[in-house]
T-cell receptor
Framework: NAGVMQNPRHLVRRRGQEARLRCSPMKGHSHVYWYRQLPEEGLKFMVYLQKENIIDESGMPKERFSAEFPKEGPSILRIQQVVRGDSAAYFC?????????FGQGTRLTVV | QQQVKQSPQSLIVQKGGISIINCAYENTAFDYFPWYQQFPGKGPALLIAIRPDVSEKKEGRFTISFNKSAKQFSLHIMDSQPGDSATYFCAASTGNNRKLIWGLGTSLAVNP
């Protein structure tokens, strides 16, 4: 059973471009969470999704950020018109119910 | 405000010693308290977790102690090894949502 797969591992975008981060949950896991981690800080919750539904997006910035978890395929975190402050590590976690298992993250650098 | 407060920020322990990391929380609705270990460039890995109906849980060299009345919980790493050098995070969640609220982390260094 493969773990949570995130890609790409590293992503460099120029200011104003779009960033798409992908997350394939562990087999059998129907809950997906996205977190952001800034250097030397803890993780901050962004969004919680189940298949085709956003359950809680209270941690998502109101503008430029969106997330989806379609019926088929990976979960996508999309950041439009990136700014330097979006540079961070973005982690996806999947869960069968309570325990959350994390991917290796995508490190986004905005130049 | 920080709902989960973690201390110390950094910790240096000699090989074979006991590492102790503490967390305190505010929200009495929290009912699940995991600890995660993170190595540089890697994702957090679940170490051990506890629910408030238990005061202690042990898995190998790792023990969680939980004090519901004080709203505190701690991680003890027995016989600390250089390979334990990492950042440790406590977290908490509640209800069906299960989104994790995180402490700011403790950087542990175990000297050989």
């Amino acid at each position: 059973n493969a773990g949570v797969m995130q890609n790409p591992r590293h992503l460099v975008r120029r200011r104003g471009q779009e960033a798409r981060l992908r997350c394939s949950p562990m087999k059998g896991h129907s809950h997906v969470y996205w977190y952001r981690q800034l250097p030397e800080e803890g993780l901050k919750f962004m969004v919680y999704l189940q298949k085709e539904n956003i359950i809680d997006e209270s941690g998502m910035p109101k503008e430029r950020f969106s997330a989806e978890f379609p019926k088929e395929g990976p979960s996508i975190l999309r950041i439009q018109q990136v700014v330097r402050g979006d540079s961070a590590a973005y982690f996806c976690a999947s869960s069968p119910g309570q325990e959350a298992f994390f991917g290796q993250g995508t490190r986004l650098t905005v130049v | 405000q920080q709902q989960v407060k973690q201390s110390p920020q950094s910790l240096i322990v000699q090989k074979g010693g006991i590492s102790i990391i503490n967390c305190a929380y505010e929200n009495t609705a929290f009912d699940y308290f995991p600890w995660y270990q993170q190595f540089p460039g890697k994702g957090p890995a679940l170490l051990i977790a506890i629910r408030p109906d238990v005061s202690e849980k042990k898995e190998g060299r790792f023990t969680i102690s939980f004090n519901k009345s004080a709203k505190q919980f701690s991680l003890h790493i027995m016989d600390s090894q250089p390979g334990d050098s990492a950042t440790y995070f406590c977290a908490a969640s509640t209800g069906n949502n299960r989104k994790l609220i995180w402490g700011l982390g403790t950087s542990l260094a175990v000297n050989p």
